[in-house]
């Protein structure tokens, strides 16, 4: 895949954008109208209405440039989320760092089991919330959008993704619900809490190496790393969540492919109920909820 595209200053910012989306289609990416749109729109400083406006005017040299920049960025590979800077998840804007993975549409599949699971009389209640590996805030902030009494604490062994963390609270007007501490999962926390939710690191650390290049080469390892058979991070959790959770509580964990089962019995075998497993958008269990026994 080639990682360079010419930008005319001539150009006008229409042509740029069937430039871009032209070098992305022979590139082989799959989705380059939208890649195109949201690259030019960036490298502009423009929402989608603007970008509308203005595509019948010429570019600058350095706003060519710019565009030049971002296009052989994401030819190289590089996710257009990292380029931009920010990913939406959950309707939420999410600034994303280095140290942060990108949060996945998948992901959401948490939230939506924890929300189930809790039902309508809990969401209002004052619940406490716990996030383990928290990264650039994605599932504490999401549901703290939609938990309104609820408060929370994200850990990370990261500080880079905690600052980040921090961040996205603050520019969600969440920060003074959303406390960050910087541990493995929950060694550093004192419960009880209400949910433990998490997306931990279930990659076997062999299968790394076939991921999507956009995984593998920039979402930080650790992050991907769940050791040679992928249940590293379970077993831990597992090990910390019976001492952390209320006796009602809820655990949330998100499932790799194929790994319904083996953390099914991590989580017996550590004192937990599971419960059920909420399948994502294509069918696939991914996020399991459990419960302390009785």
Not at 103 to 116: F, M, N, Q, S, Y
Not at 207 to 232: C, K, M, T, W
Request: with cysteine; proline share 6%.
């Amino acid at each position: 895949m080639t990682a360079a595209v010419r930008i005319a200053p001539e150009l006008s910012v229409a042509g740029a954008r069937q430039a871009l989306a032209r070098s992305f289609r022979e590139g082989g990416l799959e989705t380059p109208e939208l890649d195109a749109r949201l690259l030019v729109a960036h490298a502009l400083g423009l929402d989608h209405a603007a970008l509308a406006a203005q595509s019948p005017r010429s570019l600058s040299t350095a706003e060519a440039e710019l565009i030049a920049r971002s296009a052989a960025r994401r030819l190289a590979g590089e996710p257009v989320a990292r380029i931009l800077g920010v990913k939406e998840f959950w309707g939420l804007s999410l600034r994303l760092k280095r140290a942060t993975l990108v949060p996945r549409p998948e992901t959401e599949t948490v939230v939506e089991a924890a929300l189930a699971a809790l039902g309508g009389g809990r969401t209002t209640a004052a619940l406490k919330i716990a996030d383990f590996g928290t990264g650039c805030g994605a599932l504490l902030l999401a549901l703290l959008s939609e938990l309104a009494c609820a408060r929370g604490v994200g850990t990370d062994v990261s500080e880079p993704a905690l600052a980040c963390a921090r961040e996205n609270a603050a520019a969600l007007a969440l920060a003074a619900r959303a406390a960050f501490v910087a541990c493995d999962f929950g060694a550093a926390l004192k419960g009880p809490f209400d949910l433990i939710v998490s997306n931990p690191p279930y990659v076997a650390r062999d299968a790394i190496a076939s991921l999507a290049p956009e995984v593998r080469d920039f979402d930080p390892r650790r992050a991907l790393d769940g050791g040679p058979d992928g249940l590293d991070a379970y077993r831990s959790i597992a090990a910390m969540a019976p001492l952390l959770l209320a006796p009602d509580a809820l655990l949330v964990v998100e499932l790799g492919i194929g790994q319904l089962d083996a953390v099914g019995r991590i989580l017996a075998d550590a004192g937990l109920a599971v419960d059920h497993a909420r399948p994502d958008l294509s069918g696939i269990p991914r996020a399991l909820v459990a419960r302390p026994r009785p």
